[in-house]
């Protein structure tokens, strides 16, 4: 049995354009979610922060979180307030999000593990 494998991320981000085309030269098939297009699925957000922890989703390197004031970038202490970051602001999530078979999440681009969840 195929894993279905959803990556969800932004279309012209760097990563996620290199995590896609990795797939596609490996020939696996997957669905791509769009933030910018779909929004960010709720249910499935809360799924991640329970999978990997809110701290792994919130990509502090990122410009959007630099782009924050100070305050907003202090506001965001627990799972709530960086849920509610995350929904407002998709760009601030760390990407690629990937499901593997609806069992495991990764957060970014990883070659060597996405070889051995393969």
């Known amino acids: 049995m195929k894993k279905s494998i959803t990556l969800y991320g932004i279309t012209n981000c760097d990563t996620v354009k290199k995590a ?9 098939e997957f669905t ?34 630099r782009k924050l004031s100070q305050a907003d970038q202090a506001a965001v202490t627990n799972a709530q307030s960086a849920r509610a970051l995350m929904l407002a602001q998709p760009s601030v999530i760390k990407r690629p999000v990937v499901e593997w078979g609806g069992k495991d999440v990764t957060v970014g681009f990883d070659t060597s593990d996405w070889r051995q969840r393969l």
């Open 20 to 28: 896609r085309a990795w797939l596609e030269g490996q020939a696996v």
């Open 32 to 65: 791509f979610h769009d933030f910018k297009k779909q929004g960010v699925p709720e249910q499935r957000l809360d799924a991640w922060m329970a999978a990997v922890g809110w701290e792994k989703i919130v990509n502090r390197q990122g410009t959007t979180w």
